[in-house]
């Protein structure tokens, strides 16, 4: 989870919970594995997800590589959390723009590997879709996202993914995961 993935338009530019969060955010990447049990389910994403997060550089350029010489259970997670985000936030145009193909691709391995097949379903959907199309992104301008974004051929699939995922559901999910293979996740 990102530090702008808490944030809501506020009329007076002060945007609610944000010390919290990072305060938090900060807390969980040094987490220990003995800690997990004593984490709520609905805080068990976020730990985890920054504990990964505190990995990377500060400006994330080693996302990638981090991100890839993750064990499967953390990997799984992290990816299915993230595109998420991604999808709740601008769709499938805007994860695929965004994430590579392969995060897209490991977020469905991952909502699978939590058994949660409805989100995985939408996504490996979007993945023919796209493939199907040819459609890469190249650049990074606001006018190269317009133009790859400007088709509608994802809409039907961001509302069905916004109906499927349940916040709580995935939580539950995730905790009973994290506890299942908690040797993965966290220092010793």
């Keep these: 989870m990102s ?3 808490f944030l809501s338009f506020a009329p007076d530019g002060i945007f ?3 010390e919290e969060f990072m305060a938090k955010q900060k807390e969980y990447a040094s987490l220990k594995r003995e800690e997990l049990e004593g984490i ?4 068990i994403v976020l730990a985890v997800t920054s504990w990964i997060e505190g990995k990377f550089s500060e400006d994330w350029s080693d996302m990638c ?3 890839n010489s993750l064990p499967t259970p953390c990997l799984n997670l992290y990816c299915a959390d993230y595109v998420t985000k991604e999808l709740l936030n601008g769709g499938f145009a805007q994860a695929f723009f965004n994430s590579s193909r392969d995060y ?3 977020a469905a391995e991952g909502f699978r590997a939590l058994d949660y097949p409805e989100p995985a379903d939408i996504i490996e959907d979007a993945l023919k879709i796209n493939f199907d199309s040819g459609k890469k992104a190249s650049g990074r301008s606001i ?3 317009l133009d790859f974004a400007g088709g509608d051929e994802y809409d039907s699939l961001d509302k069905d993914f916004c109906k499927a995922f349940d916040e709580k559901k995935f939580d539950k999910l995730a905790y009973s995961y994290i506890m299942h293979y908690k040797k993965y996740f966290g220092e010793e």
């Design 16 to 18: 609610p919970g944000a």
């Design 104 to 106: 897209i691709g490991a």
């Design 40 to 43: 709520p389910e609905n805080e």
């Design 65 to 67: 590589d981090v991100i």
């Design 3 to 5: 530090k702008f993935d």
């Design 143 to 145: 006018e190269d996202f």
